[in-house]
């Protein structure tokens, strides 16, 4: 659902892509062990970030359609459709990631203050609203899915706790990225024109909204440590 300013490929692309591999997979190994890899496998869906950011907060062409509730609601029925044809297609193991504190993003922070650069505490209280009406959609759909498995994936807390307590991680840096002037840059333009920090591990995020590598590895081991476990019971 990530934006199509941001030229990438749609979810109804990337189930088209998987069908296409279901079907080769049948050729190369039939369709009994075909059936058997695509249950045997985990589907990692993260959706919804960039749709807040550019969608509806930045480039306001869904605040002209609904209301923050109404918006969420919309997100979490292309997600909740988007599981269920995976389901269709023999999926079974899922885990499906909440959206992050993007309120405390630096490219939001450089557009809701001027001076003062703190998080923008009403973007991330649509998040956490949307992360509780996630969970509830995750355990209905885990209840009609017959056998199926998922898992909602919190990654709100442990990157808040990055940006509360980034000593604890070793940051010295969390409201600007370590790319160029860290308040707008991204992507593409971190370049040699926008030289990064000296020390990227000292910075909570990449660019203006990406996180960084570390940041990314205590993201990784929370989801390790915690939504995994669930799939080994």
């Known amino acids: 659902m990530t934006t199509v300013a941001s030229r990438v490929i749609t979810m109804s692309q990337q189930l088209q892509y998987f069908k296409e591999y279901i079907k080769r997979l049948k050729r190369i190994v039939g369709e009994q062990e075909a059936n058997k890899i695509v249950a045997g496998s985990m589907v990692l869906i993260s959706a919804g970030t960039n749709d807040f950011l550019f969608n509806y907060y930045d480039l306001p062409t869904r605040r002209l359609q609904f209301d923050i509730s109404g918006y969420q609601d919309f997100l979490l029925q292309k997600l909740q459709d988007f599981v269920k044809e995976l389901m269709d297609l023999g999926c079974q193991n899922f885990m499906v990631a909440g959206v992050p504190p993007f309120g405390c993003v630096p490219i939001q922070i450089t557009a809701k203050f001027t001076y003062a650069?703190?998080?923008?505490?009403?973007?991330?209280?649509?998040?956490?609203?949307?992360?509780?009406?996630?969970?509830?959609?995750?355990?209905?759909?885990?209840?009609?899915?017959?056998?199926?498995?998922?898992?909602?994936?919190?990654?709100?807390?442990?990157?808040?706790?990055?940006?509360i307590n980034p000593q604890k991680y070793g940051f010295t840096e969390t409201k600007k990225g370590c790319c160029g002037s860290g308040l707008l840059e991204v992507g593409p333009l971190c370049n040699l024109l926008t030289p990064s920090c000296a020390n990227a591990s000292k910075y909570l995020f990449w660019d203006s909204i990406h996180p960084g590598e570390v940041a990314y590895r205590y993201v990784t081991n929370h989801i390790v440590d915690n939504a995994l476990l669930h799939f080994l019971l």
């Open 117 to 163: 650069r703190r998080c923008v505490e009403d973007e991330n209280e649509d998040g956490r609203l949307y992360n509780s009406k996630l969970i509830g959609i995750v355990e209905q759909l885990e209840e009609s899915g017959l056998g199926c498995k998922l898992v909602y994936v919190n990654i709100y807390d442990p990157t808040m706790d990055m940006l």
